[in-house]
């Protein structure tokens, strides 16, 4: 395990700025289900180290599966797809997995063999306290607000060019990370790097606009039917908000609308989890988790086969919408020491 020891706070090892100064070319992939900081992260590394040295650099998210909210981050990036050849070992000089705490959630074409990550190139930046140090090199924060901002301060430290664009995608995955410069994880640090990407070209009224102020008729709809849904639990506890595959495509809606709506139960005071479950697909679920104040979740979502930050956790669970309902409000309810009777369930 390699965290960068003393260097971990700020300073991006010198084994990965040597690589990554070395490589041919990059392949940034991120989470399944990318998020901003996901997305923000990848392609503005991909975009700034081309641009330094006219190598090729693509990005590769698991097909369907990006958010359309964030759509406009590809479409600012103009950052190439990754192709199959470019994971072919003479190809993908070097894998740069950002923002994804084990392989098992890397958004990697399902053509690669199931230890890809072990071939030598991977180069894994990531601020989840789980990730498991799966790459050859491995910087890992888990103090820092997103990966987004570790790109910044890596770009930064490899002096390369962090245009407007670049700056934009990074302030827009450092935004979404820490709700809007609310959540814990915004320090004075985080603030500061903030101030440099405006300083840089990065718009926040602009960037505001297209991830908090750009609902579509659908996702409005949608929106309304996630506070409609949403019941408490656990002694007032736990606020939970469901949604059927039903529901959902009668909305016309889909999965790849479905990001930060957890944000509506957990707007309910006094709460100490939240959580959101859609029926992506018939019989799969998708749960979303939250911790308010010192509540951590990380374990909760474990408990499903899942993963990610203490207080910002999600999973996938395998049966229908009702099922999932019951097993996570009676797991969380246990969790908190509350008691389930007398909730209401959908
Ligand atoms: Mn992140």
Same mark, same amino acid.
């Given at each position: 395990?390699?965290?960068?020891?003393?260097?971990?706070? =700020?300073?991006?090892?010198?084994?990965?700025?040597?690589?990554?100064?070395?490589? !041919?070319?990059?392949?940034?992939?991120?989470?399944?289900?990318?998020?901003?900081?996901?997305?923000?992260?990848?392609?503005?590394? $991909?975009?700034?180290?081309?641009?330094?040295? =006219?190598?090729?650099?693509?990005?590769?998210?698991?097909?369907?599966?990006?958010?359309?909210?964030?759509?406009?981050?590809?479409?600012?990036?103009?950052?190439?797809?990754?192709?199959?050849?470019?994971?072919?070992?003479?190809?993908?000089?070097?894998?740069?997995?950002?923002?994804?705490?084990?392989?098992? !959630?890397?958004?990697?074409?399902?053509?690669?063999?199931?230890?890809?990550?072990?071939?030598?190139?991977?180069?894994?930046?990531?601020?989840?306290?789980?990730?498991?140090?799966?790459?050859?090199?491995?910087?890992?924060?888990?103090?820092?607000?997103?990966?987004?901002?570790?790109?910044?301060?890596?770009? #930064?430290?490899?002096?390369?060019?962090?245009?407007?664009?670049?700056?934009?995608?990074?302030?827009?995955?450092?935004?979404?990370?820490?709700?809007?410069?609310?959540?814990?994880?915004?320090?004075?640090? $985080?603030?500061?790097?903030?101030?440099?990407?405006?300083?840089?070209?990065?718009?926040?009224?602009?960037? $505001?606009?297209?991830?908090?102020?750009?609902?579509?008729?659908?996702?409005?709809?949608?929106?309304?039917?996630?506070?409609?849904?949403?019941?408490?639990?656990?002694?007032?506890?736990?606020?939970?908000?469901?949604?059927?595959?039903?529901?959902?495509?009668?909305?016309?809606?889909?999965?790849?609308?479905?990001?930060?709506?957890?944000?509506?139960? #957990?707007?309910?005071?006094?709460?100490?989890?939240?959580?959101?479950?859609?029926?992506?697909?018939?019989?799969?679920? !998708?749960?979303?988790?939250?911790?308010?104040?010192?509540?951590?979740?990380?374990?909760?979502?474990?408990?499903?086969?899942?993963?990610?930050?203490?207080?910002?956790?999600?999973?996938?669970?395998?049966?229908?919408?009702?099922? $999932?309902?019951?097993?996570?409000?009676?797991?969380?309810?246990?969790?908190?020491?509350?008691?389930?009777?007398?909730?209401?369930?959908?």
């Amino acid at each position: 395990m390699n965290r960068g020891a003393d260097e971990s706070r =700020g300073h991006p090892p010198a084994t990965l700025m040597n690589s990554l100064a070395d490589a !041919r070319s990059l392949v940034c992939v991120g989470h399944v289900s990318p998020d901003a900081d996901c997305l923000g992260s990848a392609l503005a590394l $991909a975009r700034a180290w081309s641009a330094s040295n =006219g190598r090729r650099a693509s990005v590769h998210f698991e097909e369907k599966t990006v958010s359309a909210r964030l759509d406009f981050m590809l479409d600012w990036a103009e950052v190439e797809p990754a192709v199959d050849a470019d994971f072919a070992d003479a190809d993908a000089d070097r894998i740069v997995v950002v923002d994804t705490s084990q392989p098992s !959630r890397a958004g990697v074409p399902k053509t690669l063999p199931e230890d890809w990550h072990r071939s030598g190139t991977v180069l894994n930046i990531d601020h989840h306290f789980t990730n498991t140090c799966f790459g050859e090199v491995d910087w890992i924060v888990d103090d820092a607000s997103s990966t987004s901002e570790l790109v910044y301060l890596l770009l #930064r430290a490899m002096g390369l060019p962090i245009d407007p664009v670049s700056a934009s995608l990074l302030y827009a995955g450092m935004y979404t990370d820490t709700g809007g410069f609310s959540l814990p994880n915004t320090n004075a640090k $985080a603030l500061h790097t903030a101030a440099d990407l405006v300083e840089l070209g990065a718009s926040p009224s602009d960037i $505001a606009a297209r991830l908090d102020r750009s609902l579509g008729p659908a996702q409005f709809d949608l929106l309304k039917l996630i506070y409609q849904n949403t019941r408490r639990a656990a002694d007032g506890a736990l606020a939970y908000s469901s949604i059927s595959h039903t529901e959902l495509t009668q909305m016309g809606c889909d999965a790849s609308d479905i990001d930060e709506q957890v944000n509506v139960p #957990r707007s309910v005071m006094g709460i100490s989890i939240a959580a959101l479950l859609t029926e992506v697909h018939p019989g799969r679920v !998708r749960l979303n988790l939250r911790g308010e104040h010192d509540t951590q979740v990380a374990g909760l979502a474990q408990q499903f086969g899942g993963g990610g930050h203490r207080q910002a956790a999600g999973a996938i669970l395998a049966c229908p919408l009702n099922e $999932a309902v019951e097993r996570v409000v009676s797991a969380a309810a246990e969790m908190l020491g509350a008691q389930t009777c007398g909730t209401t369930q959908r």
